[in-house]
């Protein structure tokens, strides 16, 4: 616990301590008085040195205890008498502290093992809460000199202060004289540096754990929004620093950080309380000292903000203070705590009801506290407050049956502190003053004994460092870094039946193990539930986090998954890819097996084309059979009917080669396709080819010398020609087949949810050349139509060959960008596509002016008419 920070009034500082050690080494003299005149005129000062207890003996043990609190700023000008402002609250468990020190002094002087021969003394000051004073007051018990005229043995150590910044500084101007100290309340982690706090000690663990204990309550509660009002000083600075320090690379952050001066109290406490209203954190560190923490919870009742956690230090979590204030009821009930260990002292409690002014006339922190408890006067009162317009005490009075914060001790945690402190101090007074022999190897020497007189500083020093015993409780104490290993109480301010709250201990804090009890925790308000702090709600399963530029980390946007990437986690922080096989779901938080897809005949598409394809094989065969049938007519026996017939063959298989590629591609299918469609496709530009070259050859041999012709181009050669056009390909496509044949393969990149089973053509050079050679004959039967397309006849066959052709090639033209753009199993649909379209255009254009003469006009099928002669 600390007040005022040092670096506030550094200046002034300076000033103040060579006034005070200038005032302690003068006797307190002011500069224009003498020491006569300054006896006769008790001022403040006199006050200031009245209020403590003093108790002689070999070794006098000095005390600084903040029996009063200071409200405002000491008026430190230099003026002709120079006063210190008054203390005027009394803090009754700052007096029970000061019992817990005489109470251990006399069980010490009891205990003939500890320090037999040696009689303790004390030395008890008020501090005031404020650095003026409790420098003033420990230069004083050092020197043994005061203003009240008198002289006292000099303390050989001093116990306290509670303060870390007042600590602070009288460590620093001790420390040249190697004055030990003992603090019982000053926990900032600053004091741990031994190298510039050499002379100090404490019983209280450091700053540090606690602050590192809330770090770890928040890291297991979720809040990663953590907001932090705390004393303007050392103590309050300096365990938010070492919380910030704990939270890195947690995912935790400080939401704002706001300090609380005592001197400007209203003006800071109205600041904090603006921030936390505006804050979306709910969760509130505070380290400051409890009448500080009582202005900054009254500021947030009087603007309605009742719904934030307090995460309490050690000095305001058990504060019976705060708990007795009705008004605090709602806004304190869940507030979480971080206590000091909770240990009892025999027999303190019978001490303390025993205590009365008549048998303690000299303890004027016992009057003060007896004039505000039994609200009396005494005779020997102080001239304080506390008993103007009081009635005389009537000498009744007893504290044996009253339930005031004094006698409340059923937690004692800074008392203990305190009992701590003073066996600690006689435990290396005891090893310091033990008688023991020059040489060990000769039992016959006499031993060497050191004296209380002669006892230096400098030896007590390095004793306090060694000090090692055993407890009453069984506990071994030792000083570790100057502290002492960290023991917490986790405390639970809670609603208890008759609608007061109470601290419940919920958990307990060994060196860095958090032992918490979640179920025995009072939240705020009616819930029941933990409280949430977040500046962003966690990401849900599907998205991650995506920080925001220029905030901390715990702010952040949640996006979306991108598609086959899932997080399956909240607050995920990347997504992470499905494995090939699958593929993110529609909510991107599971991975679902890919859809598979191909043409098949169910769907829409399938249907379609095969209709197409089965309703041009019927047309092909409804040709053929009318051909059939009037295969003795002209028009059927012209260009040789055994060519047209295998035409309409080669084109029906044209048509039904495209079922094929309809289905789910299996190994042969893949291979059939291409075979098929290879050759069907040769076979009928064969046909068709040879076709032209029998129009060509017949009307050329009907010029004169020409009639041998066509007997080199009879029937049979005829037929030999379209077989040795189509075993080409056969050829081609069987060594494409046996070196890298077409196989089924499942595409992964073409639809993301989808896997697209199709099928590679395997060596593309195999295929190039499949078309190739079916484009070679295309070109070369067009050329030849193109030159017969004006031969004189009425029927010229070569006419229709040449627009067969032409359909023929810029559909296989068109082909081939629309393949290569057509992902899965459009592909496979324009190929079909092709196919048909160009099966159509052959059976149409050849075949449909045929069939309409034998039906439509069977006038013309007649020779004369063909050949033009009617």
């Not at 921030?275 to 380290?287: D, E, G, H, K, P």
């Not at 459009?826 to 052959?842: D, H, P």
């Not at 075949?847 to 309409?852: D, I, L, T």
Request: net charge positive; hydrophobic share 40%.
């Amino acid at each position: 616990m600390s007040v005022p920070i040092l670096s506030r009034h550094p200046p002034t500082l300076l000033v103040l301590l060579l006034w005070a050690v200038w005032k302690a080494g003068m006797g307190f003299y002011v500069v224009e008085e003498t020491r006569q005149e300054k006896c006769m005129n008790m001022d403040i000062s006199q006050q200031l040195d009245e209020v403590g207890l003093y108790q002689d003996g070999d070794v006098i043990i000095g005390t600084l205890i903040n029996v009063y609190i200071l409200p405002v700023t000491p008026d430190l000008s230099f003026t002709r008498r120079a006063e210190l402002q008054p203390c005027n609250v009394l803090q009754e468990r700052s007096v029970r502290w000061a019992q817990a020190v005489v109470f251990a002094v006399e069980e010490i002087n009891r205990n003939p093992s500890l320090l037999p021969g040696v009689r303790l003394g004390y030395h008890i000051l008020d501090s005031c809460s404020h650095y003026p004073h409790s420098l003033r007051a420990a230069m004083s018990m050092i020197s043994g000199r005061n203003s009240t005229c008198d002289t006292t043995k000099p303390a050989k150590l001093i116990i306290g202060d509670s303060s870390s910044t007042q600590c602070i500084i009288l460590s620093r101007t001790l420390g040249p004289m190697q004055i030990v100290m003992i603090s019982y309340l000053a926990s900032c982690s600053c004091l741990s540096d031994r190298q510039n706090y050499p002379n100090f000690f404490r019983t209280i663990p450091s700053d540090a754990y606690q602050a590192s204990t809330m770090a770890q309550m928040a890291k297991r509660f979720g809040w990663t929004w953590v907001g932090a009002v705390v004393a303007d000083n050392d103590y309050g600075r300096g365990a938010v620093q070492v919380f910030e320090e704990e939270i890195k690379g947690t995912g935790i952050c400080l939401a704002f950080f706001h300090t609380i001066f005592r001197e400007q109290l209203a003006k800071d406490v109205r600041r904090a309380a603006t921030t936390v209203q505006a804050s979306s954190a709910r969760v509130i560190l505070v380290f400051a000292w409890y009448a500080d923490v009582e202005a900054f919870l009254l500021e947030l009742i009087r603007r309605n903000v009742t719904d934030r956690l307090f995460l309490a230090s050690e000095i305001w979590s058990t504060s019976g203070y705060l708990l007795s204030k009705p008004q605090l009821y709602t806004i304190t009930k869940g507030t979480l705590g971080v206590a000091l260990r909770n240990a009892p002292i025999p027999g303190f409690d019978a001490h303390l009801r025993q205590l009365h002014p008549d048998r303690y006339p000299k303890d004027a922190l016992l009057r003060d506290l007896w004039e505000n408890i039994f609200g009396c006067s005494l005779k020997n009162g102080s001239s304080t407050a506390f008993q103007k317009n009081l009635p005389p005490c009537s000498g009744t009075e007893s504290l044996s049956g009253v339930n005031r914060q004094f006698t409340d001790t059923a937690s004692l945690r800074v008392t203990y502190n305190v009992y701590l402190a003073v066996y600690a101090a006689a435990h290396a007074l005891h090893s310091l003053l033990e008688c023991t022999s020059q040489n060990s190897s000769d039992p016959t020497m006499k031993p060497q004994c050191s004296s209380p007189d002669n006892i230096t500083p400098a030896q007590l020093l390095q004793h306090i460092g060694q000090v090692n015993f055993t407890t009453q409780l069984g506990e071994e104490f030792y000083f570790l870094d100057g502290g002492i290993p960290p023991v917490y109480d986790l405390v639970n301010w809670q609603r208890a039946p008759d609608g007061s709250l109470q601290y419940v201990s919920v958990g307990r804090v060994e060196g860095s193990q958090l032992i918490i009890n979640e179920s025995a925790i009072q939240w705020p308000g009616d819930s029941g539930k933990v409280p949430v702090s977040v500046c962003t709600a966690e990401c849900p399963p599907g998205t991650r986090k995506a920080i925001k530029k220029g905030l901390p980390v715990c702010c952040f946007d949640c996006v979306p998954c991108t598609e086959g990437e899932i997080s399956n986690s909240t607050g995920s922080v990347k997504c992470y890819r499905c494995p090939q096989e699958f593929w993110s779901n529609s909510l991107r938080n599971e991975c679902m097996p890919r859809e598979t897809e191909f043409l098949s005949f169910t769907e829409t598409m399938g249907i379609t084309l095969t209709s197409v394809a089965v309703s041009g094989a019927v047309m092909t065969t409804s040709v053929a059979v009318i051909f059939l049938y009037h295969r003795n007519t002209p028009i059927v026996k012209a260009n040789n009917s055994e060519l047209s017939f295998l035409l309409l063959l080669s084109i029906k298989l044209c048509f039904l080669c495209s079922l094929v590629f309809v289905g789910q591609p299996s190994l042969w299918s893949c291979r059939f396709q291409q075979a098929a469609f290879g050759i069907s496709f040769v076979l009928c530009i064969s046909c068709i080819l040879v076709k032209t070259i029998v129009v060509l050859v017949a009307f050329r041999s009907a010029r004169p010398g020409s009639s041998g012709l066509m007997k080199w181009f009879g029937p049979g050669q005829q037929r030999s020609s379209v077989l040795l056009f189509t075993c080409v390909q056969v050829v081609i496509c069987a060594m494409w087949l046996s070196i890298s044949p077409p196989s089924p393969h499942r595409n992964f990149g073409i639809q993301g949810s989808k896997v697209t089973l199709e099928c590679t053509v395997g060596s593309i050079v195999g295929f190039a050349c499949v078309l190739g050679y079916i484009g070679f004959l295309a070109a070369f039967c067009f050329l030849l139509a193109f030159f017969a397309r004006k031969l004189p006849d009425n029927f010229n066959e070569a006419k229709f060959i040449t627009f067969s052709m032409l359909i023929f090639c810029a559909v296989w033209i068109a082909f081939v960008p629309a393949y290569v753009s057509s992902p899965g199993k459009y592909s496979v649909a324009v190929e079909i596509f092709a196919i048909l379209s160009s099966s159509f255009g052959l059976l149409v254009c050849i075949f449909a002016p045929k069939c309409y003469i034998i039906l439509l006009k069977p006038e013309n099928n007649t020779k004369k008419f063909l050949m033009g002669k009617t």
